[in-house]
């Protein structure tokens, strides 16, 4: 990526905070991105109104079972929240104070030269409880340079009211851009006519820049990696597709676990897992089956062998990177046939698409700030 020598100070706003690894390394990646611009970037800790420990507990107060459970979870919730991943962002993402709500964030806002809604689903109002203006940076003062850099929205429409109020939120920002082809067909909908589609900013780092973060190997063997953190509809299918390609090429069977229990039909279940190594077991991973966007996004950036199931919802952002790069054939809807566990994938024609969608993401950056 050239850099581009104007400086300038960021406040970046983006769904960073929890155990969650897609979110934690594209909030990464796009400091490095605008720090490469030569942005001074500093990241809005911001702590949504459903990561919030209020809300951890709220929908188990009436069910005594469902409470003990969480009980028992919060040590897990800490490890993650506070030291594996909220480490890793205080590490490298240069966050603020802690916000849990906008009236705090009016009271005590970093002044910033730009305004920037980041990637994730900063924009799917399921997930945010609705319109979440913190998202839009609605509260700032008329004039105020705001962009948004890949943001997603997660679903292909929207309600009528829902449509009207994000309309109204997005008429102050000097740039937009999005991260899958249906966002920008809302909003040009919305009479927006520059919308620009960019890769997630994950896909900014080469390959070389992200194995700098990893630290080691941590499985000797050869593995296929499974990643389903979610929305999962067809777990059984699933594991029956990574053991067919695990006895094609003889390799173990790998896979994360959201508690404490270990997965029965895996050979290894990680446990207490960090950014990092989530990183260092996608790159040494042969194959990688996952239901999860930033999982195929890896899969692609590194060139991995992989297989894509489709969530129960908010799929359109994965189907949307897949028709992007020509890998649509690695879609999964059933149990692997025995013709295509052989399949591999050349990625050179991959590659020179990552590349033009790269220099058109630093383009539309460079005009932007």
């Given at each position: ?189 919305m009479g927006f006519v520059d919308v620009e589609h960019l890769l997630d900013p994950t896909f900014l780092l080469s390959k070389e820049e992200w194995r700098s973060l990893i630290k080691k190997r941590l499985y000797r063997d050869e593995y296929i990696l499974i990643y389903i953190p979610y929305n999962i509809t067809s777990k059984e299918i699933i594991y029956t597709t990574a053991k067919k390609i695990a006895s094609k090429y003889n390799l173990k069977i790998l896979t994360f676990s959201k508690d404490y229990r270990s997965e029965k ?105």
């Open positions: 990526m050239n850099t581009f020598r104007k400086s300038y100070s960021v406040l970046l706003v983006t769904v960073h905070y929890g155990a969650n690894f897609g979110s934690a390394l594209q909030t990464y990646a796009t400091v490095k991105v605008f720090s490469k611009l030569g942005g001074e970037v500093t990241t809005l800790n911001y702590i949504r109104r459903s990561a919030t420990w209020p809300s951890y507990f709220k929908d188990a107060l009436q069910s005594l079972p469902r409470m003990l459970r969480r009980l028992g979870f919060i040590p897990k919730k800490i490890l993650n929240d506070y030291f594996l991943f909220g480490g890793f962002l205080k590490k490298y993402c240069n966050l603020t104070q802690r916000y849990t709500s906008l009236e705090q964030i009016r009271k005590n806002l970093p002044n910033a030269d730009i305004y920037v809604t980041g990637s994730d689903q900063v924009w799917n109002s399921t997930y945010n409880g609705g319109i979440d203006q913190v998202y839009y940076w609605s509260f700032l003062p008329s004039g105020t340079r705001k962009i948004s850099f890949s943001s997603s929205i997660g679903k292909e429409d929207l309600p009528s009211g829902e449509f009207e109020e994000m309309k109204e939120q997005l008429d102050s920002y000097s740039a937009l851009s999005v991260r899958e082809k249906s966002a920008k067909c809302i909003l040009e909908k039909s895996a050979d290894k279940t990680f446990i207490f897992t960090s950014p990092e190594d989530f990183l260092s077991l996608m790159y040494y991973a042969k194959f990688v089956i996952t239901n999860s966007f930033h999982g195929t996004a890896f899969s692609i950036n590194l060139n991995k062998q992989f297989w894509v199931y489709e969530p129960s919802k908010f799929s359109t952002r994965i189907l949307s990177i897949l028709e992007l790069v020509g890998l649509k054939s690695r879609l999964l809807n059933d149990v692997i046939l025995d013709d295509n566990v052989e399949s591999i994938i050349n990625f050179n024609d991959v590659n020179v698409i990552l590349q033009s969608e790269r220099k058109k993401a630093v383009s539309f950056l460079q005009r932007s700030i």
